[in-house]
């Protein structure tokens, strides 16, 4: 796994925040995202997922690796929400009010049916 990786776990349970972007004021995805890039790559994002989703190189699912972004429509429109790939079909993210950064598997059904895609960002 790299640091970059690494480093998102280790933020596993600060809590999500609306327009949140620290680990002491919580975080909601993008603002998570930008963080975990802007800690361990100093590679500054834009704040919106959308924003997020047209930056990078575009990948096949079958070709991702740890630290590559992963993208779902959770509001129902198109890359709403983003998330970190840790390898082994998982991800972790900052999913919503009342939740917590933590790692979810992106074959569960509710994440299997709303995914957009996936983009590398290369610093």
């Known amino acids: 796994m790299n640091e970059l990786a690494v480093y998102a776990i280790s933020l596993a349970g600060t809590p999500y925040k609306y327009g949140g972007m620290s680990p002491e004021s ?7 995202v930008g963080h975990v890039f802007k800690q361990t790559l100093g590679e500054s994002l834009p704040r919106s997922t959308a924003e997020i989703s047209r930056r990078g190189v575009k990948l096949d699912e079958d ?15 198109s890359y709403s929400h983003v998330g970190i790939y840790l390898g082994d079909g998982q991800f972790i993210h900052s999913p919503s009010t009342g939740k917590s950064v933590t790692v979810v598997n992106m074959n569960e059904s509710y994440w299997r049916k709303r995914y957009n895609g ?6």
């Not at 919580?26 to 998570?32: E, H, I, L, Q, V």
């Not at 070709?63 to 429109?77: A, E, I, K, M, Q």
């Not at 996936?118 to 610093?123: F, S, W, Y």
Request: glycine residues 10%.
């Open 63 to 77: 070709s991702l690796l740890p630290g590559d972004l992963v993208f779902y429509n959770t509001l129902n429109r």
């Open 26 to 32: 919580g975080f909601d995805c993008s603002g998570f």
């Open 118 to 123: 996936a983009r590398r960002i290369k610093p």
